[in-house]
């Protein structure tokens, strides 16, 4: 997909498609008319009689669209409802113009404008309502989302991906401020590229299947993806799994014909301005069975996905490379398919992680710790002062948590908030857990260090971070549990449905806090 900002009066640009967005404004139980995020006369004009009929009122994901709208160069006018003007933000405009990239994809349109959002319209206050930067980016980053189809094995794939986007912005007359204004949005539009190209780099090697994304090749896909970029990228295998001792790792890979695949990523700065080494550690189980303690059939297939934290990672990383931020990051990938068969670890086992910790294995599907266990200590070793991971790790946080939210634990509320302050950019949603150590009890052993289950299913997302805590030490940590947001079911208006790619845009823009 192509993607450009131009600073052109809209009413002037051939396209086919051209979007515009409307806010819902009624108040109360007063019904108005939906008003066009846009000061432009030609736009406003070509829409009046559609706005004066009252039958488009702005709601989220509302679409109406005109033929040959006159006065306009477009072939289409597309209106968009983004909801209510007291409600408008960056996250709203993501997704708005994701409806507008869905929209246009089955009726073959394959290149679209998109007007950008002029604040004017509604407030006198512009920047108050609206960051140029984060709206720029937000409006490119849903192109990406919603351009990406799970469809890559159909042998009557259509495919639908868009040619092109370009968002258009009024032409900024040529004063100090205005150019200013401009670099913003150049930015922000820059930096959406990435992040959205990033994220959809995640999501297609989620998308992949078991029999084709094995930890090797997942290994061969982050080094061909992010050496061109210059990630010094290592892919290590069983060897190094008994060289380091990660007898945790070495119990989950051991059970399978596929050999494990041990990633390191490393950016490093040309000038870092932080001492701090960023650890980033994802879980990449390419398929999890449960092993001996063997999963049901029905949905079992949903764990092609159970390396969706390694491909969040990987992702980041590939973002990170672009954004260049004046910090070095270290990414650990552990990655094992989880297979029961002769040689695969049982229930009872006792087994020696790279710390030197005991843990007694109580269920072989909880294996997403114990790779972990092992990247967490590497990477501090490696010289991580701060550590982020993320993982689809239990199903007991989406009973807690649902689709909507995934698990966010932290040992260090500077680190926390951080990167909260991080979500709130990336309009990504997490919601804090607890892991305070009045839960440490639930995961002793009688007869090793500590056991691979709580025992119970109470709290189960708590005891796999509280196991992970084990691995971290001191050092600030962040876990992030996206079991129940790595995947959806059901399409979105702004996606289609499958993989989200999720974390990719919340863990490069925390990374991007330590740099200056
Ligand atoms: N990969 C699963 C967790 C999962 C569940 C991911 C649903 C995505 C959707 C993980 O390895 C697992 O099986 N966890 C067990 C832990 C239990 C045995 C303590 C679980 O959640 O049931
Ligand atoms: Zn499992
Ligand atoms: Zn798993």
Not at 419 to 446: M, N, V
Not at 483 to 501: I, L, R
Request: aromatic share 6%; glycine share 8%.
């Amino acid at each position: 997909m192509k993607t450009k900002l131009v600073f052109q009066d809209p009413a002037t640009l051939a396209t086919p498609l051209l979007a515009v967005f409307a806010a819902d404004f009624s108040a109360n139980s007063e019904s108005l008319p939906a008003v066009l995020l846009t000061t432009n006369d030609a736009i406003s004009k070509a829409a009046a009689h559609a706005l004066g009929s009252g039958e488009f009122k702005g709601a989220s994901f509302e679409t109406l669209l005109l033929h040959a709208p006159s006065g306009l160069k477009a072939e289409r006018l597309l209106l968009i409802g983004v909801g209510k003007v007291g409600a408008l933000s960056s996250h709203e405009l993501r997704k708005a113009a994701g409806v507008a990239v869905r929209f246009a994809k089955p009726r073959n349109i394959r290149d679209l404008a998109i007007a950008f959002p002029d604040y004017h319209a509604v407030s006198d206050d512009a920047l108050e309502g609206l960051p140029s930067l984060l709206t720029s980016r937000a409006l490119i980053e849903g192109a990406f989302v919603a351009d990406f189809d799970p469809d890559t094995y159909r042998s009557d794939r259509k495919d639908q991906s868009m040619s092109s986007v370009t968002v258009v912005s009024l032409p900024l007359a040529k004063s100090e401020a205005k150019s200013a204004e401009a670099e913003l949005l150049q930015r922000g539009f820059d930096e959406g590229v990435i992040l959205g190209t990033s994220q959809a780099f995640a999501r297609s090697l989620v998308n992949e299947p078991g029999n084709v994304l094995t930890p090797t090749e997942l290994g061969r896909r982050a080094k061909a993806e992010l050496e061109p970029l210059g990630i010094a990228t290592e892919v290590y295998s069983t060897e190094k799994l008994h060289e380091l001792k990660m007898g945790a790792f070495w119990a989950v890979a051991q059970g399978s014909a596929q050999p494990p695949a041990l990633i390191v990523m490393t950016y490093t700065p040309e000038k870092a301005t932080s001492a701090e080494v960023l650890g980033l550690v994802g879980k990449g189980i390419t398929f999890d069975t449960g092993g001996i303690s063997i999963k049901p059939a029905e949905g079992m297939e949903k764990m092609k996905t159970d390396m969706s934290g390694a491909a969040a990672m990987i992702g980041a990383m590939r973002a990170i490379a672009q954004l260049k931020p004046s910090v070095k990051v270290i990414s650990v990938v552990c990655s094992a398919e989880n297979m029961p068969s002769g040689n695969a670890y049982r229930p009872g086992d006792v087994v020696t992680a790279m710390s030197g910790k005991t843990i007694e294995i109580l269920n072989t599907d909880a294996e997403g710790r114990l790779v972990l266990a092992d990247g967490l200590h590497y990477a501090k070793q490696l010289g991580a002062t701060r550590l982020i991971n993320a993982a689809t790790l239990t199903g007991a946080c989406v009973v807690a948590l649902g689709l909507q939210n995934s698990g966010l634990f932290a040992n260090n509320e500077t680190t926390l908030e951080q990167f909260k302050a991080a979500t709130a950019i990336s309009g990504e949603a997490f919601w804090r857990l607890p892991c305070t150590d009045d839960y440490r009890e639930q995961i002793k052993s009688h007869i090793a260090d500590i056991m691979n289950t709580g025992g119970t299913r109470y709290g189960g997302a708590i005891t796999a971070a509280m196991f992970l805590k084990e691995f971290v030490g001191d050092t600030p940590w962040i876990h992030l549990d996206i079991a129940g947001t790595a995947w959806q079911d059901d399409q979105k208006p702004w996606s289609a449905k499958g993989p989200t790619g999720i974390a990719v845009r919340s863990i490069t823009e925390w990374v991007r806090t330590f740099a200056v």
